[in-house]
Structures are given as structure tokens and as C-alpha cells.
């Protein structure tokens, strides 16, 4: 059963709307005694509000604001699906409520635009009743934009509820055999140069129809689980298994949520576990596995914020009698880096504030480096629903000069004979293949090797014109969409 399927709030996109009023209805959940009326809604509006109109990050500002406010169990349940559920399928909807309204969406007032989203998504794709979905809508309308803007949201809202998600889609989306990005980008709500860029990344042509792509652009809309990883030494996945996890099918170190709170978990409290995607473990794991002839004492992430990796990393190293140091350019980001790195097996990681353009370091120093540089994060959009909304076009080649003196620094920071790791939580070719061909064409002491060769146990992960990098996927291995180049410096 997908994560999708499971919400209590979803509706399958086909069959018939179930009948009786449930804990979404316009009422929901009995309210505490003096909080506000429906405050899963308000919660919801006011994080959408404010990742419209300041940039908020909704994985950050929803949950203080639940805490904040006193909000959990079901309405803290059904706050999260209709945030993040908004925010997933806001293109779609967005594509919908054009042909419902008289004038042009994007000059309907910024404090409405939210509520019509948030209504939308009510309707399309969960299982609150019609009736109920629009009335509460509606009701939080009045609360928060007045009378008048109220009747606007219900007038559109009636409209958007004359038809299901697929017929709306049927009648908004371009044909598929004409235009197949601007099919997906519509039905799978991504902009269309996204749908382009992730299609090119898989290496597929408008001609083929796209079949791939579209499977990963519909993984980015289903809810991830939340993936922790036991630090070695410290927490096996054992431990997270009686707490309720299951292993993660190919990290040694990982393992799944199927619900529930992480930092409930003793071993998250503790700093012994944390929350980390698998392909995350896993880079970080192939870095440790290559082969460096010769002395093996000091490793560099040299772009360590907020200390995912490194905390891993670091936990290696203290096994073999290596040290780790964990560099990061933002003296806050590093503070987070002292903390992941805290207690690694002999005391094996030190983080440092340091811009790793212009290294604290003599050249040579290291026996292994990673440099997981600053990208775009299309890899992550399953976990940051908003994000496909904030990057624009631009955004790759605005951070490629970046990410080349990164890799640069990386390189002179390894000792001949070691090993650097690029790695990108984005697929996009321009800042992975484009990024290592450049430093490979400028420089001739640097041997490719073959990343996938490093993770056999993780089937489906060559990328690249030689097959040379390994391409994590969500739709292929569960993931994100994490890159790979493994580089020896000769
Ligand atoms: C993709 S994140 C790294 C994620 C991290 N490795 C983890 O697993 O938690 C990139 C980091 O690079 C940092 N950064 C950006 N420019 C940098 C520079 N010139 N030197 C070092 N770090 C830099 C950013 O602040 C950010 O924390």
C-alpha cells in the first residue's frame, strides 16, 4: 500500500466520494477549551501564508506552529495533509481555478489565494465531503479576509466542486501526445521546466512519451517515510527496530518510520540515532568503501551543514582509527555540525567554521573527502513540498560556479592516491555531470571511478554516459533523488 493510499485524508483519485462527516468535516476534532475554531485549517492557512508571502520553510514553521499552539492528534494530523497537500498539488489546482475565475489567478489578493488553494485540495483529493470542505472553507474565509472575500472563495470553490480530479484534469491538461511536459506539469504539479530537466536526468525524450518521469514526478507527491539512521558504534538498527522502525533495504545503518514522532525514539533524543535519508547513509558509505592505498587517518566533509553526513561519517572513522573533520562555511550550521559529530566513537569528529573555497588546510592534508555541495535539491522535493515552487529555471547555473571551485578545493584538498566524493541532492545535469566533465577536463590527475561499483547491493543506479556515477531515484530505490561521482586523485 503506497504512503498516499494510507492518509486518512485521501481520496483515490477515481470512485465514489465516501458518504458521512469525519474528523475533517468543518468541525473536526473537539476543540480545546479558548482554541480557535478549526484550528487545523487556521494552522494550515497560516503556513501557507507564510511560505507565499516571507519564504517560510513548511517542514520548519508547521510544526512549531502546532506546538506552539497546542494543536495534535487528529488536528494536528489533518493540519500536516492539508499544508503539505496543498503545497504538492498547488500547480494542479492552480491550473483548475484559472477557468474558474473572471480574471487572471495570479491577481486574486495574496491573503485569498491560499484559501482557495486549501479549499481546492479539500475537494480534490481528500475525503471530506464536498459540502463540508467548501462551508468550512468558506467560514475560515470570513474569519480571516472579512464578508466579501468570503463569497469570492465560495463562488469559486462551488465551481472546483462540479467535477473530480481526474475530470478536471482531462479538461485543463494539454494533450499528452502534443505536449507531454506540460501533460505532466499539469497532472503531476511541477513546473514545466522541472518536468524537463528530471526528464533529461533520466535520459528520456518528449517522443517516448516520458513514462519514467512520470512515475518520478508522482513519487514526489506521496508522503516519505521518515528514515533514520542508527550511528555506528553508538545504535544499531536493531535498537531501532524495537522502537518500532523497520531496516531500510540496503543501508546497514537505516530504518523506516511507518508513523509516529522520530524524536519519541530514545536513541533520537539521545544523538545515537537520526533522522537521514537512505541515500544520504549510503554516499556516505561508498566515500569509506573505496580503496586508498597507503594511510587512511583523516577524512574531510567539507561542506558539513547541518551535519547529516558528517555525524555518520564520523562514526565510521572512529571505527578505523580515522578522524573526521567537519568544515562548514555558516558558524551557526557548524554549531549544528559540533552537535552531530558529539560522542562519535573515539571522539573521532571536530567541526570547524570554515569556507572550503579558501581552505583552513595545507593541500593534501586528507585521505578522503566529501564535498556535498550547496544545489538546487530538486532530489528532495518529496520532503520539501514547496520547493519546486521557489527554484526557478536560473537556479542550477547560478550555483555551478560554486559547486565547481567546491570540487576544485576538494581536489587539492586530497592527498594523491585518495579519494573525493561530489555529491548533489539533485539530479540536474548541469550540476552533476557538467560539474565533475569540467574539473575532469581542467585538471590530469583525476581518475573517474565507477560509483555503482560501490554499492552493489543498490540495483539501478548507473548514471552517466559511462555509467560511471551512481543516480539514486525516489520512484526506483525509495530515496532521494541523491548523486555520486567518485574521483582518485592520481
Ligand atoms: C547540501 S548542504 C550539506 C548537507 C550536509 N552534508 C549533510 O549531510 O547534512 C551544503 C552545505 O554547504 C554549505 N556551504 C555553502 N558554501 C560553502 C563554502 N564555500 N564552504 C563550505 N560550506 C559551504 C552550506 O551552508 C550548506 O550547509
Same mark, same amino acid.
Given at each position: 500500500m503506497s504512503e498516499q493510499s494510507r492518509s486518512p485524508y485521501r481520496r483515490p483519485r477515481r470512485g465514489p466520494r465516501p458518504g458521512g462527516a469525519r474528523s475533517?468535516?468543518?468541525?473536526?476534532?473537539a476543540a480545546k477549551p479558548?482554541? =480557535?475554531?478549526?484550528p487545523a485549517r487556521r494552522v494550515a492557512y497560516d503556513v501557507l501564508r507564510a511560505v507565499q508571502?516571507?519564504?517560510?520553510y513548511a517542514n520548519l514553521l508547521l510544526p512549531s506552529l502546532l506546538n506552539e499552539r497546542g494543536i495534535a492528534g487528529r488536528d494536528a494530523a489533518l493540519a500536516t495533509e492539508l499544508t503539505y497537500g496543498t503545497l504538492r498539488l498547488q500547480g494542479t489546482y492552480d491550473a483548475i481555478m484559472e477557468t474558474c475565475v473572471?480574471? /487572471?489567478?495570479?491577481?486574486?489578493d495574496a491573503e485569498v489565494l491560499p484559501l482557495l488553494r486549501l479549499g481546492a485540495h479539500q475537494l480534490l483529493s481528500?475525503?471530506?465531503?464536498p459540502h463540508a470542505a467548501v462551508s468550512a472553507t468558506v467560514d475560515l474565509a470570513r474569519r480571516v479576509v472579512g464578508q466579501h472575500r468570503a463569497r469570492f472563495a465560495n463562488a469559486v470553490l462551488r465551481k472546483v466542486s462540479a467535477r473530480d480530479l481526474d475530470e478536471w484534469t482531462g479538461v485543463v491538461a494539454p494533450d499528452r501526445a502534443v505536449d507531454p511536459s506540460g501533460y505532466l506539469s499539469v497532472v503531476h504539479s511541477h513546473p514545466r521546466w522541472i518536468v524537463k530537466e528530471l526528464a533529461r536526468a533520466l535520459g528520456e525524450r518528449s517522443k517516448t512519451g516520458l513514462v519514467e518521469t512520470e512515475r518520478l514526478l508522482a513519487a514526489h507527491n506521496e508522503r516519505p517515510r521518515v528514515t533514520l539512521v542508527a550511528k555506528p558504534g553508538r545504535a544499531t538498527v536493531e535498537d531501532l527496530v524495537a522502537a518500532g522502525a523497520e531496516p531500510t =533495504?540496503?543501508?546497514?545503518?537505516g530504518a523506516r518510520l511507518t508513523?509516529?514522532?522520530?524524536?519519541?525514539i530514545r536513541e533520537v533524543r539521545q544523538g545515537r540515532a537520526a533522522v537521514q535519508d537512505e541515500a544520504s547513509q549510503l554516499v556516505a558509505l561508498a566515500l569509506t568503501r573505496v580503496d586508498v592505498q597507503g594511510r587512511d587517518e583523516l577524512w574531510l566533509?567539507?561542506?558539513?551543514?547541518?551535519?547529516g553526513k558528517a555525524g555518520l561519517l564520523a562514526s565510521l572513522a572512529g571505527r578505523r582509527e580515522a578522524r573526521l573533520v567537519a568544515s562548514e562555511v555558516q558558524p551557526a550550521r557548524a554549531g549544528l555540525v559540533a552537535g552531530a559529530v558529539r560522542r562519535a566513537p573515539r571522539d573521532a569528529g571536530r567541526a570547524i567554521a570554515a569556507d572550503g573555497t579558501r581552505p583552513a588546510w595545507r593541500p593534501g592534508t586528507f585521505d578522503r573527502v566529501l564535498a556535498d555541495v550547496p544545489c /538546487?535539491?530538486?532530489?528532495?522535493l518529496r520532503r520539501r513540498p514547496e520547493a519546486r515552487w521557489r527554484r526557478t529555471e536560473d537556479s542550477a547555473a547560478e550555483l555551478a560556479p560554486l559547486q565547481h571551485d567546491l570540487l576544485v578545493s576538494a581536489v587539492e584538498s586530497v592527498r594523491p592516491g585518495g579519494v573525493v566524493a561530489y555529491v548533489t541532492c539533485s539530479p540536474h545535469l548541469d550540476e552533476t555531470d557538467a560539474i565533475v566533465r569540467r574539473v575532469l577536463a581542467e585538471r590530469d590527475d583525476l581518475t573517474l571511478l565507477r560509483a555503482p561499483d560501490l554499492l552493489d547491493?543498490? =540495483?539501478?543506479l548507473a548514471a552517466g554516459e559511462d555509467g560511471n556515477y551512481a543516480q539514486f531515484w525516489p520512484h526506483r530505490h525509495?530515496?532521494?533523488?541523491m548523486f555520486l561521482a567518485l574521483l582518485r586523485r592520481n
Open positions: 475533517g468535516g468543518a468541525q473536526g476534532a479558548g482554541a =480557535p475554531r478549526d508571502d516571507r519564504d517560510a473572471d480574471r /487572471t489567478l495570479a491577481s486574486v481528500t475525503k471530506i465531503p =533495504p540496503y543501508s546497514p545503518f508513523e509516529g514522532d522520530p524524536a519519541a566533509d567539507m561542506c558539513a551543514g547541518p551535519g /538546487t535539491g530538486l532530489g528532495a547491493e543498490v =540495483p539501478g525509495g530515496t532521494d533523488a
